[in-house]
């Protein structure tokens, strides 16, 4: 490769190449957006169709979901840092492309299955029905952006930190961390429920 042509390639943050992340989880394939930009804003565009946040960059959806938490609302410019932040800890931890361990933290904080309520003659009845893969993945941001939350609220320990810490644990699949955990739950519960 030329020197002209490295210097030309987009990379996000001005760090991480997203050409070498994958998807491993072929359901996800179509909802795990990995574009080409050097910070993840849309500016709203995304925002006008009903579908279109599945066309949407991960690391922005990530950033966006951890804007709905409490005293984060509205502040994209500090929830950006809190996600360079770890991406940088992720790399000095784990060796790996943090975008990498982001897709594969969401490919296994998303449950598969999840319970319904049916209603039969005035009796409440649970039912288990499969997750539809956009749910999966909108569902493993929430439970990333939740852990980030609770694990950082009213202690010491920074919000970027604990972030990067549940972003390694999910992708490693580890059930001590959060997200995994309620997973397993939700699988628990909708396989009891079947």
Request: net charge positive.
């Amino acid at each position: 490769m030329t020197e002209e042509a490295a210097t030309s390639k987009i990379l996000l943050f001005n760090k991480w190449d997203m050409s070498e992340v994958v998807v491993k989880d072929a359901g996800m394939v179509r909802y795990v957006t990995i574009t080409s930009t050097e910070v993840p804003s849309s500016c709203g565009r995304l925002t006008q169709q009903q579908f279109t946040k599945s066309e949407m960059a991960i690391v922005e959806r990530l950033i966006n979901r951890l804007m709905q938490q409490e005293y984060n609302t509205g502040k994209k410019m500090m929830c950006t840092k809190m996600v360079m932040d770890a991406f940088d800890v992720i790399n000095k931890k784990t060796k790996q492309n943090p975008l990498q361990v982001l897709v594969d933290a969401v490919a296994n904080a998303g449950p598969r299955e999840e319970t319904v309520r049916l209603k039969y003659g005035g009796i409440n009845v649970p039912k288990s029905v499969d997750s539809a893969p956009i749910r999966r993945v909108n569902t493993a941001l929430r439970y990333i952006a939740l852990a980030t939350w609770k694990g950082s609220h009213k202690t010491k320990k920074p919000a970027y930190l604990v972030l990067a810490d549940e972003l390694i644990m999910a992708a490693k699949g580890d059930a001590k961390c959060f997200s995994v955990g309620k997973k397993e739950e939700v699988e628990r519960i909708a396989k009891s429920a079947r």
